[in-house]
Nanobody, 114 residues
Framework: QVQLVESGGGLVQTGGSLRLSCAAS???????MGWYRQAPGKQRELVAM???????TYPPAVKGRFTISRDSAKNTVYLQMNSLKPDDTAVYYC?????????WGQGTQVTVSS
């Protein structure tokens, strides 16, 4: 069992920045980790993913504005979010996968005011 604890959400104005953190209770080596978000009335969607080899992927909606990174020594993954827009408002969830096991964090609210 892997526990994921997110932090860093909050309220920010349009154009502002936030950095989310996700601390895992065990090693994040040989895993892929990512961030998803879910806005009210919408499906959960991928925001960023980092694979075990360090490759990252982003959907067009956030590419160039969001950056995912990890610190394996701290078992932590980060999501740097810049140039935030009201459409980025959602609950952001941390995701962890290794082999057939996958885990989710409890979510952290990000609200971008116009």
């Amino acid at each position: 069992q892997v526990q994921l604890v997110e932090s860093g959400g909050g309220l920010v104005q349009t154009g502002g920045s936030l950095r989310l953190s996700c601390a895992a209770s065990s090693s994040i080596s040989r895993s892929r980790m990512g961030w998803y978000r879910q806005a009210p009335g919408k499906q959960r969607e991928l925001v960023a993913m980092i694979f075990s080899g360090g490759t990252t992927t982003y959907p067009p909606a956030v590419k160039g504005r969001f950056t995912i990174s990890r610190d394996s020594a701290k078992n932590t993954v980060y999501l740097q979010m810049n140039s935030l827009k009201p459409d980025d408002t959602a609950v952001y969830y941390c995701y962890f996968q290794r082999a057939t096991d996958e885990y989710w964090g409890q979510g952290t609210q990000v609200t971008v005011s116009s």
